[in-house]
């Protein structure tokens, strides 16, 4: 990767960490009982690198304590759940909203901006799911760290490493804002799966035929045997991207000296931007580069997106920022300070625990809401209202969808999760960048309109049942009043033979069926003489009319 200066700061310790959302299709099995996703993972354990991790439960040690403390109650028992309890039939404790499960065959990611760059090899230390219960999302984590970067190069992984795919692709076939070379590793280097962003025809020819982007190969091959919902390859448990391409990141940079970061060094790394452009890789200070955007749009930075508690020379991690904007949160800092840079019990710790579960927290309730939205118009996609059996598939999808989002809103949707200023502050920088409470309230809105017309078509169909009942009772009454007045022995066939006793009985059962239904079906058009009838402005030739109107066609 290309090096804009020779004095260019060096990142001492780099770790990203990347979040990709994804919505998880729905799975029966014969029966019609739902299936838990992480089930058909567990079932293709004994041919798959995913096993559920155990090791942060078992092994709840002082740096898990100081991770429980820094939430609420509440969060703590989406998070933790409500106790340790035994472990459920299929491997995993019952208690817990949030099940993990982990790969360990990826140890490290070889990438390179450009074929012809000296490749960057990047150590693997995570590779997880987060699956949630009674909510069809997954989040995929993946966190990978460097020593002794070139800012540039640290900034250009942040912008390009989390793509799914590429965006475009230049004169030369160079795929556009992603990695040109991207390998994962084992451990004894050998390669597990390569990126295909430059084969350009394949790209093209899946959105030609599906409509739906082509998840790149390396990143495909992470999630098997997840796939995805329009690839071609088999497999019971299917995703589907419900947020941009690129995924939201962490990242945590450790330099000797942050205060000779440019303030457009600070807005490339809280925006990830990339690098600056090669044109300006000659000049030196800050007013010879131009800034990444406009000056009216970077005027509020540091307001929006700076938090500055800890820029200061003093403290035990002096000068320390943090940068969030929803999409990322970012903190540079001091390499020289012990607490910056302890992985125990420092700032690398509560970055890779505290602040990446409010991390989590945020953009798990923004792809839980997306979800309930895409199963609204999947649900109205379906609808046939001309097809009973689609009116009421469309009832059950919208019902299911209604008690889910109660669900999601009763167990997993909050705004505060931490009392600590810190944590709080940053949880809700996070949250405001995403927009999530509009989000929610437009979901909201969307869920309540369609059960009130779900409401008000059951109170339509009750009314119209109840008129065409009325009508039948009406015009039954003749029968039933003109039949009493005779006492029923206008035919005296009591003292008949049984034959023609039962020939009578079955005559009488036929024609009055006949007349009821006749009469069913002619309910609306009696209803509306019923109430020309009882209308004492109408005419009696209207009312008249009214009566003929019943048997016109087209009335």
Known sequence: MTVRQAEEPVVRHFNQILLW??????????????????????????????????????????????????????????????????????GGYEDSPMRIFERRDIVRARVAVRE????????????????????????LKVAVRAENLPLSVAQELMYRFGRAYPSGWEEDGRPLHSLAVFDWLAADGSVLASTDVRDREAFLAHVRRHRAPRIAAHWAFLLEPLVSDRSEDEGALRYRQIEYYRMPLMAYLALDDPTVLTRNDFIRLGLVTGARPEVAELATGDSCEPPPFAETHLADFEERFCYDRFWSG???????????????????????????????????????????????????????????????????????????????????????????????????????????????????????????????????????????????????????????????????????????????????????????????FVLVAVATSALTLYTMSKSKRLSDFLDALSDERLTVWTKVKAFAGVWQRGA
């Open 314 to 504: 003093s403290g035990a991690a002096p000068h320390t920022r943090y940068l969030c904007s929803g999409h990322s949160l970012v903190v540079v800092g001091d390499a020289r300070s012990a607490y910056f840079t302890s992985r125990d019990f420092g700032v690398p710790a509560q970055f890779g625990h505290q602040h990446f579960l409010l991390f989590l927290i945020a953009h798990f309730q923004k792809a839980a809401l997306l979800m309930f939205s895409d199963r609204l118009v999947e649900a109205l996609k379906r609808l046939n209202v001309s097809d009973p059996v689609s009116v009421r598939s469309f009832k059950r999808a919208i019902r299911g969808s209604f008690e889910g989002f109660l669900r999601f809103t009763h167990r997993y949707w909050f705004h505060e999760i931490a009392e600590q200023a810190q944590a709080r502050t940053l949880f809700r920088m996070t949250a405001s960048h995403l927009e999530i409470d509009p989000l929610y309230a437009e979901v909201k809105d969307r869920i309540a309109d369609m059960d009130d017309y779900l409401a008000a078509d059951s109170l339509r169909r009750q009314a119209n049942t109840v008129v065409r009942l009325t009508v039948v009772t009406v015009f039954g009454l003749i029968g039933s009043i003109t039949t009493g007045f005779l006492g029923m022995n206008l035919l005296a066939e009591a003292d008949a033979p049984l034959r023609q006793r039962l020939t009578m």
């Open 116 to 139: 012809t760059d000296d490749p960057v090899t990047l150590d693997v230390t995570q590779v997880r799911l987060h699956f949630f219960f009674d909510v069809d999302v997954v989040l």
């Open 21 to 90: 959302p994804l919505r998880l299709l729905p799975v029966a099995d014969a029966s019609g009982v739902q299936q838990r996703p992480w089930w058909l993972l567990q079932e293709a354990g004994a041919r798959r690198a995913w096993r559920e991790s155990e090791r942060e439960r078992d092994h709840f040690n002082e740096r898990h304590y100081h991770e429980f403390v820094t939430f609420l109650p509440y969060v703590q028992r989406f998070l933790y759940g409500d106790g340790v309890s035994a472990k459920s039939a299929e």
